[in-house]
């Protein structure tokens, strides 16, 4: 079960901390929602300076996005694919990093004190099972550590879906 990270690691060993925790997650439990529930918390408690955390998953038509598991205030219930920041990485398939969401065109203010935000897209057998959203109350929060991080946490969602779907 959840240890808890040491706040004094660095950054580096604490993302590498929480890969194993959730991998760990993924192995032991068979219920995808259970899984997501406990990777958001995980990554609520590793990542700092956030105020939500979670993810948004595909309805079957592929056009909208729908709340799942997620940290923190109340949220957007459904999304369009191509609306707003998860939207658009949903659409394109692309993460989204985005230093401030007030310069994106088409941002969706679910919580105000968002001030920057990152999206990574969940790709099984080529189609967008959902996407990882994070948002931060202060501009410029996401660097390129954090990205490859968030990526390689729905990368290896990705892998173990797979293997369920195969």
Same mark, same amino acid.
């Given at each position: 079960?959840?240890?808890?990270?040491?706040?004094?690691?660095?950054?580096?060993?604490?993302?590498? *901390?929480?890969?194993? +925790?959730?991998?760990?997650?993924? +192995?032991?439990?068979? !219920?995808?929602?259970?899984?997501?529930?406990?990777?958001?918390? %995980?990554?609520?408690?590793? +990542?700092?300076?956030?105020?939500?955390?979670?993810?948004?998953?595909?309805?079957?038509?592929?056009?909208?996005?729908?709340?799942?598991?997620?940290?923190?205030?109340?949220?957007?219930?459904?999304?369009?694919?191509?609306?707003?920041?998860?939207?658009?990485?949903?659409?394109?398939? #692309?993460? #989204?990093?985005?230093?401030?969401?007030?310069?994106?065109?088409?941002?969706?203010?679910?919580?105000? !004190?968002? *001030?920057?935000?990152?999206?990574?897209?969940?790709? %099984?057998?080529?189609?967008?099972?959902?996407?990882?959203?994070?948002?931060?109350?202060?501009? !410029?929060?996401?660097?390129?550590?954090? *990205?490859?991080?968030?990526?390689?946490?729905? *990368?290896?969602?990705?892998?173990?879906? +797979?293997?369920?779907?195969?």
């Amino acid at each position: 079960m959840f240890q808890g990270i040491d706040k004094q690691l660095s950054q580096t060993k604490r993302y590498e *901390q929480a890969l194993l +925790m959730i991998e760990g997650t993924l +192995m032991g439990e068979p !219920n995808f929602i259970a899984r997501l529930a406990n990777i958001s918390s %995980v990554l609520a408690v590793v +990542m700092d300076e956030i105020n939500w955390i979670g993810f948004y998953l595909s309805d079957e038509k592929q056009t909208q996005l729908l709340l799942g598991p997620f940290q923190g205030l109340p949220a957007c219930t459904r999304i369009a694919f191509g609306k707003g920041v998860c939207g658009k990485a949903a659409q394109t398939r #692309q993460t #989204q990093r985005i230093a401030d969401v007030h310069q994106f065109e088409g941002h969706i203010a679910c919580d105000a !004190n968002s *001030q920057s935000e990152l999206v990574v897209p969940i790709i %099984v057998h080529d189609r967008v099972i959902g996407v990882l959203d994070v948002d931060a109350p202060v501009p !410029n929060r996401f660097q390129k550590e954090d *990205q490859v991080f968030i990526e390689a946490v729905c *990368q290896k969602l990705s892998v173990y879906l +797979m293997k369920e779907l195969d």
